[in-house]
């Protein structure tokens, strides 16, 4: 099947949530992949690699991409991407946090990264921090909280997953709650190829999506 009709069926699959974003991961096509991606109307697209976004980013120049980085971002490469990015939706520390407010020439809107599911080694905060976490943002202008991101664990369990997804939406509220100015965090960007629909079930303004598109 190719890309576009790929793309039609995945949006066919989201006719019931039409507040639902997709952004397309890029990770696992070229340059030319891409283009078909643009041509089925995805102009939203994902890097977890700095080098490969500046590739793409250099190579797509003349469409009209919106940029979006998820994926472990270390404080020495914020340079690189920072003013080339539109949304951010690795941000879990404050060390990254304060690398970008320096040298971010406007705000930049990011998604505070979870950890829901509290598997060792995963990239995210605990959910329990989250909150102080993102009030500690407060001195750093060129941060925008607008909302929380996870990568749910990697299983078929769906009650499981639907329970991961309900808590980020109760955390999200609670921060909502909080009346923060640079943290509106209305958005929940969760759900990838094998959970998306799950994920939008309970609450997910965004999907981030790369084998499915590409199948
Ligand atoms: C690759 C990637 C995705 C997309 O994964 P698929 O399972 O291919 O849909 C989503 N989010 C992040 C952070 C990724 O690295």
């Not at 940029?67 to 490469?77: I, P, S, V």
């Not at 879990?92 to 509290?118: G, H, M, W, Y």
């Not at 329990?128 to 996870?150: D, H, Q, R």
């Amino acid at each position: 099947m190719s890309i576009k009709e790929q793309v039609a069926l995945v949006k066919e699959t989201l006719l019931s949530y039409p507040n639902v974003k997709i952004v397309a991961a890029a990770k696992y096509i070229g340059i030319d992949q891409t283009k078909e991606l643009i041509d089925a109307g995805i102009y939203e697209l994902g890097e977890n690699r700095t080098d490969a976004l500046l590739e793409k980013y250099d190579a797509l120049k003349e469409h009209k991409i919106v940029w979006h980085f998820f994926g472990t971002l270390q404080t020495r490469k914020v340079r690189d991407i920072i003013n080339k990015i539109d949304y951010l939706h690795s941000l879990d520390s404050l060390s990254l946090a304060n690398e970008i407010n320096k040298r971010a020439t406007k705000p930049l809107k990011c998604f505070v990264q979870v950890n829901i599911s509290e598997e060792p080694n995963k990239s995210g905060i605990e959910a329990i921090k989250v909150k102080g976490f993102i009030k500690s943002l407060e001195k750093y202008p060129n941060i925008e909280v607008i909302g929380l991101m996870t990568i749910a664990k990697l299983t078929y369990d769906k009650e499981l997953l639907a329970g991961y997804f309900k808590s980020m939406k109760k955390l999200r509220d609670e921060i909502i709650e909080l009346g923060l100015p640079y943290a509106p965090c209305t958005e929940l960007s969760m759900g990838m190829s094998n959970d998306y629909l799950i994920a939008c079930e309970h609450g997910s303004t965004l999907v981030r999506l790369g084998r499915i598109l590409l199948k």
